[in-house]
């Protein structure tokens, strides 16, 4: 047997340190999914018990309040209160009642951390609300928010359609042999039947497990597989691709076949896109400032321009996700002038425009069409309008997407706004044109900054923009 | 039995402690009194006219909202002193530290200048703009609040347009436009979704 060279064992235990050191940084969450919201919060680790902090996890249910004096916190939530100190395990509720944590309480930089095995007990004694945690996969479930899901194979062709009662945006990994489908926003959980074999010519077997922060479903398939997304996000169906057209295409064409298909839900195997020719775009997404103009100044490093691509990229992938062609006016932190937007977005074909925003002040989601003349009677789109009124004859068709964009806010349990602004470039768009401005929901502005909830807002956006595609197209 | 060298050290260190403590209140006070902005003397601005009621359009951050609130003030005859008076109102509301829409420190409003009864510029001052915050929905209310306060002031206003040390600017602080003629009307009609 050869011996390893001393260097080489070196290197190796380095790399395997610093692999560890990695995994080791990687901060562990507990997913909480409430009738209201989801949210992650992050998990500390004292003496190897898990904690988790009572801000973080009872801040999104309601009225919070905490307050120190030494070494106790008094926390007031929604009219309940509990006393607690540092390093004891009992603790004080408002009806007097003494109850005991699994480990310490914890105190650390202001802030309370009580043990994650005791988070159905104090929302229960706390906040009165019933949760069930299920601990391996961290994932938290407020009141009755967990939701199941049905399989049904079905033939000729052969396909698989999971159908859930709430709208799902898993992400879809498809593999060799597999297709993988990630919920990672959904409070998704067993049906009862966690491994299937259908013995189909196609799907072979099903396996449905909650992993850590989530839940995933996996089809063994037999041949390539896409993954589509239905009904609103309701249903998803996992089926072959379909083979190629006999047809022989012109030498140096893009390929006829691949071109006629539908766009899969996030499907590499399927769809090579670099062959296909570009569809037309249903939406522009303007990452609004860029380059050297900022927009609003969060924090040193939180930029107005920064939340507002990182916002697009996320709506871009929501909509793509759901087969809806996109295109961004800026995919870098580039300077653009608002008539080279409103020119992108005319010279596109998209049928809306949607600009988008952030700020500090207020709370929830603002939409908002252009402060623009009506059009005057017989005037159309046709008609030759200044520059700074050419938004004019399309004022309809943006109310009409501002007032749905601002209704699927609204369901996502965000506070929305809609109202008319004279805001650059939407007065000069020719197509149906609204501005999106997402403020944070709590006090603090680093919470646009937060990728959970950018991914709120994207979802709500996409469904909205989803919903609103047959209504535009056809107006078109 | 405690030395009297070491009573006069505990004493003298309680005395100190004391002092320490005076000091340290007085500056405290001395340092509330210097945060205080200065603007709220601007409602007692001397000017010529008899008082009247001045409806100022009071915007609030939290709730998106713009609100009429009435108080007595004076009203010059003159219509650009009216409407100058009732802006530099307006922006001192905003200055005082308990607003729930605060502007800054500095800003305010150097003349309101009307081309006719219907048309009227007003100039600003370049800490208006420089110090305002930036955001479509905190610079819609600024703008909104100042046309809706002066047309209510000066009924027979159509249109409003804003300059910055007296040249044209093309947004409040990044957001909204104020290049052009804002419609008086319009933005009544749309601020009826802002109460």
């Not at chain 1, 007097?96 to 202001?110: A, H, I, Q, R």
Request: charge should be neutral; glycine fraction near 6%.
């Amino acid at each position: 047997m050869s011996k390893v060279h001393p260097i080489c064992a070196r290197i190796t235990t380095l790399l395997l340190l610093l692999l560890a050191v990695g995994f080791a940084a990687e901060p562990r969450r507990i997913s909480v999914y409430t009738p209201q919201a989801n949210f992650q919060v992050d998990i500390l680790v004292r003496d190897g018990v898990d904690y988790v902090g009572l801000t973080d996890l009872l801040e999104p249910l309601g009225k919070l309040e905490s307050r120190i004096a030494g070494s106790k916190l008094t926390l007031l939530f929604n009219g309940g209160s509990a006393d607690f100190q540092n390093g004891k395990r009992q603790y004080r509720t408002s009806a007097n009642t003494k109850l005991e944590l699994p480990s310490n309480f914890l105190l650390v930089d202001g802030r309370g951390y009580i043990p994650a095995a005791s988070i159905t007990q104090i929302l229960l004694h706390i906040a009165d609300l019933s949760a069930e945690f299920h601990a391996a996969p961290r994932r938290l479930f407020v009141g009755a928010t967990q939701f199941r899901y049905s399989a049904e194979l079905r033939h000729t062709p052969s396909r698989l359609v999971l159908t859930f009662p709430l709208p799902v945006h898993p992400t879809s990994v498809i593999e060799k042999g597999r297709v993988r489908l990630l919920f990672r926003r959904e409070p998704v959980v067993s049906n009862g039947a966690d491994s299937v074999a259908y013995g189909d010519p196609f799907l072979l077997s099903t396996t449905f497990a909650e992993v850590p922060e989530g839940a995933e479903f996996v089809a063994s398939v037999s041949q390539a597989a896409t993954v589509s997304i239905g009904d609103g996000g309701r249903t998803v169906t996992i089926s072959a691709v379909a083979p190629p057209l006999p047809a022989t295409p012109p030498a140096g064409s893009p390929s006829a076949s691949l071109a006629s298909q539908p766009h899969p839900a996030a499907s590499p195997a399927a769809s090579p896109q670099s062959q296909a020719p570009r569809p037309r775009p249903f939406v522009i997404l303007d990452a609004a400032h860029g380059g050297s103009e900022t927009g609003a100044v969060f924090s040193p490093t939180l930029l107005e321009k920064t939340v507002n691509l990182a916002l697009a990229r996320r709506v871009q992938k929501e909509l793509e996700a759901r087969g809806i062609p996109v295109v961004l006016t800026r995919v870098a932190d580039s300077l653009l002038t608002w008539d080279q937007r409103a020119i992108s977005a005319n010279t596109s074909h998209a049928s809306l425009y949607v600009a988008l925003h952030a700020s500090s002040s207020g709370h929830g989601v603002r939409v908002y069409t252009a402060m623009v003349a009506p059009p005057q009677p017989g005037q159309s789109n046709r008609s030759f309008l200044p520059w700074e009124l050419a938004q004019s004859p399309y004022l309809d068709k943006s109310g009409i997407a501002a007032s749905m964009l601002a209704a699927e806010c609204a369901s996502e349990g965000l506070p929305v706004r809609s109202s008319s602004v004279p805001l650059h470039p939407l007065n000069s768009v020719t197509l149906a044109a609204v501005a999106v401005e997402v403020a944070p929901l709590g006090a603090s502005a680093n919470e646009l900054g937060s990728p959970e909830y950018q991914q709120k807002i994207a979802t709500a956006l996409a469904s909205a923009i989803a919903s609103l595609r047959g209504k535009l197209e056809a107006a078109q | 039995m405690i030395s009297r060298k070491l009573q006069y050290v505990v004493a003298a260190l309680v005395l100190a402690i004391l002092a320490m403590g005076f000091y340290l209140v007085h500056l405290k006070r001395k340092a509330e009194f210097l945060a205080t902005p200065p603007a709220t003397q601007a409602l007692t601005a001397p000017v010529n006219g008899p008082a009247g009621g001045m409806t100022l359009y009071l915007a609030s951050d939290e709730d998106d909202s713009l609100r009429p609130s009435t108080i007595s003030a004076a009203a010059p005859s003159d219509p650009g002193e009216r409407g100058r008076l009732t802006l530099h109102t307006l922006i001192a509301r905003y200055q005082q530290k308990d607003s729930a829409h605060l502007l800054g420190a500095a800003a305010d409003v150097h003349d309101v200048y009307l081309l006719d009864p219907a048309s009227a510029v007003v100039n600003l001052n370049a800490a208006f703009a420089d110090s305002h915050r930036s955001g479509v929905e905190v610079e819609q209310l600024t703008v909104f609040s100042m046309v809706l306060t002066l047309k209510a002031q000066l009924p027979q206003l159509t249109r409003v347009r804003f300059l910055v040390e007296g040249k044209t600017r093309d947004t409040l602080a990044g957001h909204v436009d104020i290049a052009g003629w804002l419609d008086a009307a319009m933005v009544a009609e749309v601020a009826k979704d802002l109460k």
